[in-house]
Structure formats: structure tokens, C-alpha cells
């Protein structure tokens, strides 16, 4: 997904976001009852905005609409929470993520960019996550969870296998990302394991140390314990804020946590 925008601790540490629940460890699963399905009274607002805000590509219309998730906040009933994409061309499709104020009917504060599909990448949905993210005082941040319904080949060592989390703040009238396409689920190739591999699940949560004005953010990795025996493993890592993102990518997601066979060591000189 492309995106631009201001990053930096100015543009962030004066952000009021009114999107928080008691969580701060995010799973990677929703549960049955999590449903965020869109009603057409919900989309309105942001048809709307998008008529008066037209992507550069185009005007757009609520049939080009392919897949969206709504979720009123836990922290003000009168805050929905919209992620939707809709059709660009052939090989595109437009992404908003807007606050609706449901008295005013009306966007607050949103998010636009293009998602650019190829074999791997085709828009599935998306899951809106209101785990407490607090990353300073006043500056609470919310994720959209992007499941794509891609293929990757076969042959590939490394595999994003589950929805990418995006983290969102508010400043102004805009939502900004600070975390990008974060992966919930990973699989790894390892030499002599047949076609098992290493299927990893990672979380976050709130740190206690800061970097550049903003909460570090702990990333936990946990492996599946594998059918040959061995067991679980788990791995931390620390995300800190440069001043205008904590990154993109999982640290160290192309390599696997468990033992490489004796088989497949270096042999020694």
C-alpha cells in the first residue's frame, strides 16, 4: 500500500484520538461475536466526503464499493470507526479510513491511499482493532487489519500468511499510519522439515521506554510447536519511533526462530 503523510512528533504529540479499550496486548483472531459489517447508513457519511475529496484517479460511487469494516468506538458511541476499499481499475483499489461523527453525519478526521494488487496481494477485507494504544499522553492510536485472498508461490521461503495491521492516530482532520503492514501470522521455510515450516504469531504491546516522544512498542513472535517435536519458541523485539514511523516489516520475520537441522550447518573447517 502506498501512503504519504506528516510524521513527525509535532504532527503526532498534538493528536487527540478517542478510540480506547482496556486491552494492550492485540491477538491475532477476532472472535465470532466481533462482527463490523457496514450498513448503508454507515457508508453514507464517507460516500459523502469521498465525492467532495475524489481520489487523483477519479471520482468514485458507492457500487464501486468492494469490501468494508465498521466499528463504533468503545470510548465514544458516537465515533464509527470505517476502513473500505473500492474499485480503481484493474489492478488497484482505492482505501479509506475515516472517523464518522454520527450526530453531525460526517467524517472527522480520514485516510486515503491505493493498494496495488498483484498475484500475492488481492483485497480480502478488513478487521478493525480498538485495543488500547497509547503512545503519549493524549495520542491513543487504533489498527486496520488487511486480509488479502493473494496466493503466494509455492516455492517461497518466506510467507506473510496472515492479515498486516496498520496503526492509525488523529491529527486534526487527518489519520495518520505510525505502524505499517505489520503481519499477525508468518510462515518460514526451514531446511529438512519437509513443507511444515515455522508458522509464527506476533502481538504488541506499550512499552515503557520512549523514542522521540513516543512509547517503544514490544513485538512478541511465538512459533507453533512442530509435529518432528520441537517445541514453542518465542522471541521479543522492541519497535522504536524515528520521529516519523516505527517502521515497516516484522524485525526479523525472514529468518526462522527453531534450530536448522544439523543436516544443513555449515560444515566446520
Given at each position: 500500500m502506498s501512503r504519504r503523510y506528516c510524521l513527525s512528533p509535532s504532527c503526532l504529540l498534538g493528536a487527540s484520538l478517542l478510540l480506547a479499550v482496556g486491552m494492550s496486548i492485540l491477538t491475532p483472531f477476532a472472535s465470532a461475536a466481533d462482527q463490523q459489517e457496514c450498513t448503508p447508513a454507515d457508508l453514507a457519511p464517507v460516500d459523502a466526503w469521498l465525492a467532495r475529496h475524489p481520489w487523483h484517479v477519479g471520482k468514485t460511487s458507492p457500487d464501486s464499493l468492494v469490501t468494508a469494516a465498521c466499528k463504533r468506538s468503545p470510548a465514544d458511541a458516537?465515533?464509527?470507526?470505517v476502513a473500505a476499499a473500492y474499485v480503481q481499475g484493474e489492478d488497484d483499489k482505492n482505501e479509506i479510513v475515516a472517523l464518522v461523527d454520527?450526530?453531525?453525519r460526517a467524517v472527522r478526521a480520514a485516510f486515503t491511499g491505493t493498494i496495488s494488487e498483484d498475484v500475492i496481494t488481492r483485497v480480502g477485507s478488513f478487521r478493525i482493532d480498538t485495543a488500547r494504544y497509547e503512545l503519549?499522553?493524549?495520542v491513543r492510536a487504533f489498527g486496520v487489519?488487511?486480509?488479502?485472498i493473494g496466493h503466494a508461490s509455492g516455492?517461497?521461503?518466506f510467507i506473510r500468511s496472515g492479515p498486516e495491521r496498520t496503526l492509525f492516530v488523529q491529527h486534526g482532520m487527518t489519520l495518520r499510519p505510525v505502524l505499517v503492514g505489520f503481519s499477525l501470522t508468518t510462515w518460514n521455510a526451514v531446511p529438512d522439515r519437509d513443507r511444515r515450516g515455522e508458522l509464527s504469531n506476533w502481538t504488541i504491546s506499550i512499552g515503557t521506554t520512549r523514542s522521540n516522544g513516543l512509547f517503544d512498542l514490544v513485538v512478541t513472535r511465538t512459533t507453533e510447536p512442530d509435529e518432528a517435536g520441537i517445541p514453542a519458541l518465542s522471541a521479543r523485539s522492541v519497535l522504536h519511533f524515528d520521529g516519523k514511523s516505527y517502521g515497516y516489516a516484522n524485525p526479523g520475520e525472514s529468518d526462522p526462530l527453531g534450530p536448522r537441522p544439523a543436516a544443513s550447518a555449515p560444515r566446520p573447517p
Open positions: 458516537n465515533v464509527m470507526i454520527g450526530r453531525a503519549a499522553p493524549g487489519d488487511f486480509s488479502s516455492a517461497s521461503e
